[in-house]
């Protein structure tokens, strides 16, 4: 497999977009040692807010997938800039938190939570395996269904 992280989601058919830029007064990442911290990332299409709803409400199980998987790849972009589009610096995603905008009574966050996972680890591989956290919320930033963050881990 390629050590490039733009390449391998070429390879699933899927563009990996330019970071987006803070919406307020954060940075996109932190590098601390051996972990990089990328902030929240919604789905975004041409730079503007997609998915905007809730869960249990205005958007079904599938797009609220589509969302997190939208947003995991603005995540990818984070990391891919962290790391000059070199994955043999990545050593694996620790944690993925996946915040998602739902009713009160929806309860299939995880579900939804999988459309992040399963790009996650379609392209990273074994390095994509994470531990998750799956949370429904009230409302996100913009009005999007679904916001994710993750830790990974990189080489010393």
Sequence with gaps: MS????????????????????????????????????????????????YVGRLGESLSDEEGAQAAELAALGLLGQLSHALGDDLSRLVRILRLGVFIASSGDFQRQSGVANGASNLL?????????????????SSLPAGVAVEVDAIFELQP
Excluded at 121 to 137: F, S, Y
């Design 3 to 50: 050590d490039s992280l733009r390449q391998r989601v070429q390879a699933l058919g899927l563009t990996l977009p330019t970071p987006s830029q803070p919406a307020a007064n954060y940075i996109n990442y932190v590098i601390s040692q051996n972990q990089l911290f990328v902030s929240g990332q919604i789905p975004m299409v041409d730079g503007k807010p997609a």
């Design 121 to 137: 680890v379609n392209a990273l591989g074994e390095k994509g395996r994470h531990v998750r956290t799956a949370v429904g919320v």
